[in-house]
């Protein structure tokens, strides 16, 4: 394992330690709203904290991008971009799906990327140029070939609802020609399970860049691909250097998301 996912992968355990102490104690979450149906609790902001401090013991000439403001402008040429807990809604109605999301830009480019779901133990991890995995077994996406009996996931735009009306006709179009589609509240574990093949792809808009930049990694290693709505490269690089600008993400195996893409489209 290269040394900074070794250190990454120890940040999202003591992370997932604090998480899985604090969703067994949920009366006690001192819950603050950041905006409409987006909330933060004590839990994340500890959560991301832990993750610093484990990552800065090795590695304090780091800078952080956290969602919960942890952010820490120091080497550029190492950032590290974290949510600490990933799909805090559920987390807060004590439904077990969320995730620790934890990635590395290397020079403005993906390096390392860990996502641990802390509930069922499962850990995500991948270097640039080394391949995916779970629990150590190698990850692949999967080969369909059309949208016909696929399983996709998305989400809708709880925050932004001017977009719902147009996000709502590319949920028919995309649905009428697959399978069936999953909407499960965390979207680093999405393109996590479309990593590891039980997704066929994935897409949604308003995605921030602690969203999915360990996920993007997951995929790309897995032999997936990873674009906006058009169907261009990298919507994680444009959410960095312009947020809010990212004009959507949709990901899967190259076949998938040219099918997602032409009806987004």
């Known amino acids: 394992m290269h040394p900074m996912l070794n250190i990454a992968v120890r940040a999202a355990r003591a992370a997932g330690n604090v998480i899985t102490r604090g ?9 603050q709203s950041k905006g ?5 609790t004590k839990i994340d902001k500890e959560a991301e904290a832990t993750i610093i401090n484990k990552i800065q013991q090795s590695f304090p000439e780091h800078s952080f991008i956290g969602e919960e403001g942890g952010s820490i402008t120091n080497n550029p040429d190492f950032t590290w971009v974290i949510d600490p807990l990933d799909g805090t809604s559920n987390f807060i109605a004590g439904i077990p799906h969320f995730a620790v999301s934890i990635a ?3 020079k403005g480019k993906l390096d390392q990327a860990v996502v641990f779901d802390p509930i069922r133990g499962e850990l995500f991890a991948a270097s640039k140029g080394g391949g995916a995995q779970l629990n150590g077994y190698r990850l692949r996406c999967t080969k369909a070939k059309d949208l016909s009996n696929t399983i996709l996931a998305t989400a809708l735009p709880f925050r932004n609802k001017q977009d719902l009306d147009q996000e709502l006709i590319n949920f028919g179009k995309v649905f009428k020609d697959a399978g069936d589609i999953r909407r499960s509240g965390s979207a680093a574990l999405d393109l996590a399970y479309v990593a590891a093949g039980r997704y066929d792809g994935y897409w949604e808009k308003g995605l921030k860049a602690w969203d999915m930049a360990a996920g993007e990694l997951l995929v790309k290693e897995s032999g997936g691909l990873v674009t906006d709505y058009a169907g261009n490269n990298d919507p994680l690089y444009d959410e960095l250097k312009q947020p809010n600008s990212a004009n959507g993400l949709v990901a899967g195996n190259p076949r998938v998301v040219q099918n997602i893409v032409k009806r987004l489209k």
């Open 23 to 31: 969703f067994e104690n949920r009366d006690d979450l001192d819950i």
């Open 104 to 106: 590395l830009l290397h």
């Open 36 to 40: 409409a149906q987006d909330f933060v």
